[in-house]
Protein backbone atom coordinates (compact mmCIF):
# COMPACT_ATOMS: atom_id res chain seq x y z
CA UNK A 1 0.00 0.00 0.00
CA UNK A 2 1.27 3.46 -0.47
CA UNK A 3 2.50 5.51 2.49
CA UNK A 4 0.42 8.28 3.12
CA UNK A 5 2.32 11.23 4.36
CA UNK A 6 0.88 13.07 7.78
CA UNK A 7 1.58 16.89 7.15
CA UNK A 8 0.04 19.16 9.74
CA UNK A 9 -2.64 20.47 9.64
CA UNK A 10 -3.76 23.96 8.75
CA UNK A 11 -5.32 26.57 11.62
CA UNK A 12 -8.98 26.56 12.13
CA UNK A 13 -8.55 30.44 11.49
CA UNK A 14 -8.98 31.84 8.56
CA UNK A 15 -5.91 33.71 7.12
CA UNK A 16 -6.33 37.56 6.37
CA UNK A 17 -6.28 39.07 2.85
CA UNK A 18 -3.49 40.80 1.40
CA UNK A 19 -4.99 44.14 2.41
CA UNK A 20 -6.10 42.83 6.02
CA UNK A 21 -2.50 41.36 6.32
CA UNK A 22 -0.93 44.84 5.32
CA UNK A 23 -2.99 46.93 7.76
CA UNK A 24 -2.27 44.37 10.69
CA UNK A 25 1.21 44.80 10.16
CA UNK A 26 0.65 48.54 9.75
CA UNK A 27 -1.12 48.47 13.52
CA UNK A 28 2.40 46.49 14.77
CA UNK A 29 5.12 48.86 13.85
CA UNK A 30 3.45 52.11 14.85
CA UNK A 31 1.92 50.38 18.14
CA UNK A 32 -1.18 51.70 17.32
CA UNK A 33 -2.95 48.53 17.71
CA UNK A 34 -6.44 47.85 19.16
CA UNK A 35 -6.44 44.28 18.85
CA UNK A 36 -4.60 42.27 22.16
CA UNK A 37 -4.23 39.28 19.42
CA UNK A 38 -1.98 41.40 17.47
CA UNK A 39 -0.12 41.55 20.73
CA UNK A 40 -0.34 38.40 22.27
CA UNK A 41 1.23 37.19 18.41
CA UNK A 42 -2.13 35.43 17.10
CA UNK A 43 -2.10 37.26 14.38
CA UNK A 44 1.74 37.45 14.06
CA UNK A 45 1.64 33.61 13.07
CA UNK A 46 -0.02 34.25 9.91
CA UNK A 47 2.43 33.96 7.02
CA UNK A 48 0.93 36.91 5.26
CA UNK A 49 1.23 39.29 8.16
CA UNK A 50 4.69 38.35 8.47
CA UNK A 51 5.40 38.66 4.94
CA UNK A 52 3.56 42.23 5.25
CA UNK A 53 5.71 43.36 8.22
CA UNK A 54 8.90 42.14 6.47
CA UNK A 55 8.32 44.06 3.45
CA UNK A 56 7.43 47.51 5.30
CA UNK A 57 10.73 46.64 7.12
CA UNK A 58 12.29 46.52 4.24
CA UNK A 59 11.01 50.02 2.84
CA UNK A 60 12.19 51.35 5.92
CA UNK A 61 16.01 49.86 6.12
CA UNK A 62 17.93 52.65 4.62
CA UNK A 63 15.98 55.48 5.85
CA UNK A 64 15.36 54.54 9.50
CA UNK A 65 18.00 51.51 9.78
CA UNK A 66 18.12 51.72 13.95
CA UNK A 67 14.05 51.65 14.27
CA UNK A 68 14.25 48.61 11.45
CA UNK A 69 17.60 46.97 13.54
CA UNK A 70 15.49 46.62 16.74
CA UNK A 71 12.08 45.62 15.15
CA UNK A 72 13.51 42.58 12.98
CA UNK A 73 15.48 41.68 15.93
CA UNK A 74 12.37 42.18 18.46
CA UNK A 75 10.48 39.44 15.61
CA UNK A 76 13.60 37.49 15.13
CA UNK A 77 13.17 36.92 19.13
CA UNK A 78 9.65 36.20 18.98
CA UNK A 79 10.09 33.71 16.40
CA UNK A 80 12.77 31.46 18.06
CA UNK A 81 10.83 31.07 21.13
CA UNK A 82 9.39 28.03 19.33
CA UNK A 83 6.21 30.27 17.66
CA UNK A 84 4.70 28.48 14.54
CA UNK A 85 4.34 30.40 11.34
CA UNK A 86 2.42 28.43 8.78
CA UNK A 87 2.69 24.85 8.49
CA UNK A 88 5.73 24.24 6.43
CA UNK A 89 9.06 26.02 6.40
CA UNK A 90 7.35 29.50 6.98
CA UNK A 91 8.57 29.46 10.63
CA UNK A 92 12.96 28.84 9.17
CA UNK A 93 12.46 31.41 5.92
CA UNK A 94 11.02 33.79 8.54
CA UNK A 95 14.03 33.28 10.87
CA UNK A 96 16.08 34.00 8.09
CA UNK A 97 14.21 37.29 6.64
CA UNK A 98 14.42 38.82 10.19
CA UNK A 99 17.99 38.50 10.55
CA UNK A 100 18.92 38.96 7.34
CA UNK A 101 16.64 42.83 7.58
CA UNK A 102 18.76 43.20 11.18
CA UNK A 103 21.72 42.50 9.66
CA UNK A 104 21.50 44.96 6.48
CA UNK A 105 20.30 47.30 9.20
CA UNK A 106 23.34 46.94 11.61
CA UNK A 107 25.55 46.97 7.98
CA UNK A 108 24.29 50.76 7.61
CA UNK A 109 24.63 51.65 11.19
CA UNK A 110 28.17 50.59 10.69
CA UNK A 111 28.40 47.87 13.21
CA UNK A 112 29.53 45.26 10.63
CA UNK A 113 30.39 42.71 13.89
CA UNK A 114 26.93 42.51 14.64
CA UNK A 115 25.73 42.81 10.92
CA UNK A 116 27.97 39.25 9.99
CA UNK A 117 26.21 37.74 12.93
CA UNK A 118 23.27 38.49 12.25
CA UNK A 119 23.95 37.13 8.21
CA UNK A 120 25.06 33.66 10.07
CA UNK A 121 21.80 33.42 11.69
CA UNK A 122 20.41 34.02 8.71
CA UNK A 123 22.00 31.35 6.04
CA UNK A 124 21.38 29.26 9.31
CA UNK A 125 17.62 29.40 9.01
CA UNK A 126 17.51 29.65 5.00
CA UNK A 127 19.52 26.41 4.91
CA UNK A 128 16.36 24.27 6.26
CA UNK A 129 13.94 25.73 3.96
CA UNK A 130 12.50 24.23 0.73
CA UNK A 131 14.41 25.85 -1.75
CA UNK A 132 17.21 27.97 -0.07
CA UNK A 133 19.81 27.88 -3.03
CA UNK A 134 18.21 31.70 -3.78
CA UNK A 135 18.21 32.82 -0.34
CA UNK A 136 21.66 31.33 0.50
CA UNK A 137 22.54 33.58 -2.42
CA UNK A 138 21.08 36.31 -1.03
CA UNK A 139 23.21 36.11 2.27
CA UNK A 140 26.42 35.39 0.38
CA UNK A 141 25.34 39.19 -1.51
CA UNK A 142 25.36 40.62 2.04
CA UNK A 143 28.62 38.99 3.12
CA UNK A 144 30.27 40.46 -0.12
CA UNK A 145 28.91 44.30 1.38
CA UNK A 146 30.67 43.71 4.52
CA UNK A 147 33.76 42.92 2.46
CA UNK A 148 33.06 45.83 0.51
CA UNK A 149 32.53 48.17 3.73
CA UNK A 150 36.46 46.58 4.76
CA UNK A 151 37.76 47.87 1.89
CA UNK A 152 38.56 44.04 0.39
CA UNK A 153 37.87 45.25 -3.46
CA UNK A 154 39.65 42.25 -4.76
CA UNK A 155 38.26 39.74 -2.66
CA UNK A 156 34.85 40.79 -4.11
CA UNK A 157 35.14 41.19 -7.83
CA UNK A 158 36.99 37.70 -7.05
CA UNK A 159 33.94 36.53 -6.15
CA UNK A 160 30.78 38.69 -7.82
CA UNK A 161 30.91 37.49 -11.70
CA UNK A 162 29.78 33.69 -10.03
CA UNK A 163 27.38 35.11 -7.50
CA UNK A 164 25.87 37.53 -10.39
CA UNK A 165 25.91 33.89 -12.70
CA UNK A 166 23.67 32.83 -9.64
CA UNK A 167 21.19 35.19 -9.80
CA UNK A 168 20.27 35.47 -13.56
CA UNK A 169 19.65 31.50 -13.29
CA UNK A 170 17.84 31.96 -10.54
CA UNK A 171 15.81 34.99 -12.79
CA UNK A 172 16.76 37.30 -9.69
CA UNK A 173 17.62 40.51 -12.03
CA UNK A 174 17.39 42.95 -9.56
CA UNK A 175 19.68 41.26 -7.34
CA UNK A 176 22.05 40.09 -10.52
CA UNK A 177 21.80 44.40 -10.75
CA UNK A 178 23.24 44.64 -7.33
CA UNK A 179 26.02 42.70 -7.67
CA UNK A 180 26.93 44.50 -10.84
CA UNK A 181 26.65 47.56 -8.98
CA UNK A 182 28.65 46.44 -6.30
CA UNK A 183 31.53 45.50 -8.51
CA UNK A 184 31.21 48.63 -9.99
CA UNK A 185 32.00 50.31 -6.94
CA UNK A 186 34.59 48.57 -6.03
CA UNK A 187 36.14 49.81 -9.52
CA UNK A 188 35.39 53.45 -9.15
CA UNK A 189 36.81 52.98 -5.23
CA UNK A 190 39.96 51.81 -6.89
CA UNK A 191 40.62 54.53 -9.31
CA UNK A 192 39.52 52.02 -12.41
CA UNK A 193 36.90 54.71 -13.17
CA UNK A 194 36.56 54.27 -16.78
CA UNK A 195 35.93 50.84 -15.90
CA UNK A 196 33.12 51.68 -13.36
CA UNK A 197 31.93 54.38 -15.36
CA UNK A 198 31.31 51.57 -18.68
CA UNK A 199 29.76 49.04 -15.96
CA UNK A 200 27.25 52.05 -14.79
CA UNK A 201 26.12 52.98 -18.35
CA UNK A 202 25.52 49.04 -18.86
CA UNK A 203 23.58 48.93 -16.01
CA UNK A 204 21.46 52.30 -17.12
CA UNK A 205 20.62 50.86 -20.36
CA UNK A 206 19.24 47.40 -18.44
CA UNK A 207 15.63 47.73 -18.51
CA UNK A 208 15.60 45.68 -15.05
CA UNK A 209 17.22 48.41 -13.60
CA UNK A 210 13.78 49.90 -13.68
CA UNK A 211 12.29 47.93 -11.09
CA UNK A 212 14.20 49.35 -8.49
CA UNK A 213 14.08 53.10 -8.08
CA UNK A 214 16.28 53.00 -5.19
CA UNK A 215 19.13 51.03 -6.93
CA UNK A 216 18.25 53.09 -10.25
CA UNK A 217 18.48 56.69 -8.07
CA UNK A 218 22.47 55.14 -6.77
CA UNK A 219 23.40 53.93 -10.46
CA UNK A 220 22.42 57.59 -11.38
CA UNK A 221 23.95 59.16 -8.90
CA UNK A 222 27.47 57.49 -9.05
CA UNK A 223 27.37 57.34 -12.93
CA UNK A 224 26.75 60.98 -12.71
CA UNK A 225 30.08 61.82 -10.74
CA UNK A 226 32.03 60.00 -12.95
CA UNK A 227 30.60 61.30 -16.16
CA UNK A 228 31.53 64.94 -14.56
CA UNK A 229 35.35 63.92 -13.44
CA UNK A 230 35.48 62.65 -17.23
CA UNK A 231 34.54 66.15 -18.42
CA UNK A 232 31.25 64.79 -19.94
CA UNK A 233 29.25 67.86 -17.94
CA UNK A 234 26.12 67.73 -20.19
CA UNK A 235 25.84 64.20 -19.73
CA UNK A 236 26.11 64.33 -16.12
CA UNK A 237 23.86 67.13 -15.17
CA UNK A 238 20.92 65.32 -17.76
CA UNK A 239 21.77 61.89 -15.45
CA UNK A 240 21.25 64.03 -11.99
CA UNK A 241 18.36 65.74 -13.19
CA UNK A 242 16.76 62.14 -13.50
CA UNK A 243 18.02 60.94 -10.34
CA UNK A 244 16.57 64.01 -8.38
CA UNK A 245 13.10 62.99 -10.24
CA UNK A 246 13.05 59.10 -8.30
CA UNK A 247 15.07 59.84 -5.03
CA UNK A 248 12.80 62.44 -3.57
CA UNK A 249 11.94 59.88 -1.06
CA UNK A 250 15.25 58.82 -0.39
CA UNK A 251 16.51 61.38 2.08
CA UNK A 252 20.80 60.49 2.41
CA UNK A 253 20.43 59.69 -1.59
CA UNK A 254 19.03 62.92 -2.00
CA UNK A 255 21.78 64.75 -0.17
CA UNK A 256 24.85 63.10 -1.51
CA UNK A 257 22.86 63.84 -5.06
CA UNK A 258 22.29 67.64 -4.11
CA UNK A 259 26.19 67.64 -3.76
CA UNK A 260 27.06 66.11 -7.09
CA UNK A 261 24.38 68.15 -8.82
CA UNK A 262 25.79 71.60 -7.38
CA UNK A 263 29.27 70.50 -8.01
CA UNK A 264 28.58 69.65 -11.59
CA UNK A 265 26.64 73.19 -12.08
CA UNK A 266 30.10 74.92 -10.89
Known amino acids: MPKVLQFPSHRATARASSSEATAIAHKYLSRSETAETVRQGEALSDPDVFLALC ?7 ESNPEYVAKEASALHDWLRSERRVGVFDEREYFLGETALIAGGASRLLGKRDEA ?17 APLLAVVAYSRLTLHYDRRNYQRVLDVIPSLTLSFEKFQMQTDA ?23 LEGMYKDASLEKS ?21 REAITVYSEA ?19 SAYR
Open 213 to 233: NLLKGLVLVHLGELLAEAGRR
Open 116 to 132: ESWFDRAEASYRHTINS
Open 244 to 262: VAISSDQPMAMAHLKAALG
Open 177 to 199: LKCRFLAAMCLKDTNQNAEACAA
Open 55 to 61: SALKSQR
